[in-house]
């Protein structure tokens, strides 16, 4: 396939480099190492897709789509951290909750330092805590029902977003969407050949989980910020996908060889009905 192929650049290459990094970080014998170089080649992923769609950003970044760049990058390093300071739960999903805010104020500084009037600010709020919701939703998810449950609602939601934003249309978000998707099927492939094969839950650190998913909340935030004519209710919906994960339990955990091959199956497609749903939403009511 021609590498200047958008869909190479997008989906494929993506896929390769995550999954390789992937499979050379179960070679690491210690548990957070691992867990940090399979996130990083999750971000690598997706900083590799970029840099092919839209070049390599300025310093400081001149647009907001340029800031989405350093955003990945930050939700990595943020990964990072957590992973290897080994930070109870809770204060890892805090810095999930807090992760949008960031992309929302750095999105909107010029706005904001402008004398934003309060329907901003409003707008603002509801975006932060749709984002934040999701974000937490798959952090619950994945402390409860492993890698697999984390990594099948980021496929889903970033695959939602993706005809979400295919609808706009806005053709950088749909590719970058696509992008998450990509990387997420890696990790979720791993995570599922460990299942089957080795009889053991695959684990994830934060490097992972916020690198895939703090890059898919910051791509969305961008275009229902500055894409007139996206669906708001179609990206508004994308929050449902997550929820998904209330069943991820009782789909995934326990059981014989049944559950260990379909759990994962039905929860995929548990988490497509909503992301269906939402593209479905987006294609009735363009530009509400």
Do not use: H
Not at 70 to 82: D, E, K, N, P, R
Not at 115 to 142: E, F, R
Not at 157 to 167: F, I, K, R
């Amino acid at each position: 396939m021609d590498p200047n192929n958008p869909v190479f650049q997008a989906v494929i290459g993506p896929f390769v480099v995550t999954f390789l990094v992937i499979g050379s970080s179960r070679l690491v014998g210690w548990r957070a190492g691992s867990e940090v170089l399979a996130g990083l080649g999750v971000t690598a992923g997706l900083l590799m897709a970029f840099v092919q769609l839209r070049g390599i950003p300025s310093l400081p970044p001149n647009s907001a789509p340029e800031k989405l760049f350093y955003l990945i990058t930050l939700a990595g390093l943020i990964g990072v951290a957590l992973d290897l300071l080994g930070r109870p739960p809770l204060i890892g999903r805090l810095a999930f909750v807090l992760f949008p805010a960031i992309c929302l104020a750095w999105f909107s500084l010029r706005l904001l330092l402008a004398q934003p009037d309060v329907g901003l600010l409003i707008k603002l709020a509801i975006m932060w805590a749709g984002a934040a919701i999701a974000l937490w939703q798959i952090c619950v998810a994945n402390a409860r029902g492993g890698a697999l449950a984390g990594t099948i609602l980021i496929l889903a939601t970033a695959v939602g977003a993706a005809g979400v934003a295919a609808l706009a249309p806005f053709i950088g978000v749909t590719l970058l969407c696509a992008s998450v998707a990509a990387v997420a099927g890696a990790l979720a492939l791993w995570a599922y050949g460990v299942r089957l094969l080795v009889r053991a839950p695959m684990t994830i650190g934060a490097t992972s989980l916020l690198g895939a998913a703090g890059g898919l909340v910051a791509t969305v935030l961008l275009l229902v910020l500055f894409t007139a004519s996206v669906s708001t209710a179609g990206a508004a919906f994308l929050i449902a996908v997550p929820f998904a994960g209330l069943v991820a339990e009782p789909l995934l955990l326990g059981g014989g060889i049944g559950r260990r091959v379909f759990g994962p199956v039905l929860l995929t497609v548990v988490a497509a009905v909503p992301a269906a749903g939402a593209i479905g939403l987006a294609y009735l009511t363009p530009s509400q």
